[in-house]
């Protein structure tokens, strides 16, 4: 009996095995990352500066999947370019005895999903290949008829958060009280910048803008923000008079303040637009790219909202 105890005794103190965790994008990173030691590895496959939509697998891709313990995805168009390997491993596993969990966030208990939002302005100068992107990127969008963006929510993040966090507790039980205690910080700091964006959005929050992606449903939602709409401005092709004309006057009506557009996008053809009138061209990164943490993501976000929004000095 002394000997299984100090054997039991033992094993609780043996370090946990290190884990190697894959996620599709860079925010799911910024989730889990707090939770991973120094011997755990992970993997984002959504590389910096690369688009979701027409995600293709390469096999240093397939291979990080083979690797994972654990695989977390968002569970929805975003990233349904996941949904065939993840199937496969599963079967894999399942006959071989193997270990593998998955997370798909979109399916967690309380999780709040919007439907898509239909604030298209219409095109300004696209070409026929941009037609056939926007087609399949709104093709995508209508997998469920359901706005995939739920990470920019941080209610849905703290759900998240509790899911990632029971499942590293099944993977590595000897990390268990570890594990709880990461959680809860962050579950609090998730809390309190929730709480300071919502202060720090206020005096700007009535100002009319202007988004080329409309990807930010959940966060306008939460800090009651005023989006007016979606254009579409095409990079190579120079918009034509009327076009011009007729983008500027929608700007004018509503008071536009500020246009959004993503880093990876030129602002070349929208500053030909917008000259002359009191509009500023602002930057959102939803992904958070060049971010690890998912406090961050939210706060630049946050702030760029601010900067671009507030009015500008006489």
Request: some cysteine.
């Amino acid at each position: 009996m002394r000997y299984f105890s100090l054997l039991f005794g033992l094993c609780l103190s043996l370090p946990a095995a290190a884990l190697q965790v894959t996620v599709t994008i860079p925010p799911l990173a910024g989730m889990v990352q707090p939770f991973l030691t120094e011997q755990d590895e992970l993997v984002v496959l959504l590389e910096p500066g690369t688009s979701p939509h027409g995600f293709q697998f390469r096999p240093s891709h397939l291979m990080a999947l083979q690797k994972a313990d654990l695989v977390m995805t968002l569970g929805n168009s975003v990233d349904a370019w996941i949904e065939k390997p993840v199937k496969q491993r599963l079967f894999e596993t399942k006959t071989s005895g193997q270990s593998f969990s998955v997370i798909r966030m979109q399916k967690q208990p309380g999780l709040v999903v919007l439907p898509r939002s239909k604030q298209d302005l219409g095109g300004i100068g696209k070409s026929s290949a941009e037609d056939h992107r926007h087609d399949e990127h709104q093709h995508e969008h209508e997998y469920e008829n359901l706005d995939p963006h739920i990470w920019l929510s941080i209610v849905n993040a703290r759900l998240m958060l509790s899911a990632v966090a029971a499942q590293l507790t099944q993977l590595q039980p000897n990390r268990s009280t570890e594990i709880s205690a990461i959680a809860q910080q962050l579950q609090a700091d998730y809390e309190q910048l929730d709480q300071k964006i919502a202060n720090w959005l206020d005096p700007v929050k009535a100002s009319p803008y202007l988004v080329l992606h409309d990807g930010y449903q959940y966060f306008e939602h939460a800090y009651g923000l005023r989006h007016e709409g979606v254009v579409q401005v095409s990079e190579e092709l120079k918009p034509s008079i009327k076009q011009v004309l007729a983008l500027r006057k929608v700007i004018k009506d509503l008071g536009v303040r500020c246009v959004f557009k993503e880093p990876q996008f030129s602002d070349k053809q929208l500053r030909y637009i917008i000259q002359g009138l009191p509009v500023k061209v602002g930057k959102l990164d939803p992904l958070g790219q060049d971010v690890m943490d998912y406090r961050q993501l939210m706060k630049r976000l946050a702030m760029s909202m601010v900067r671009c929004l507030q009015p500008s000095s006489p």
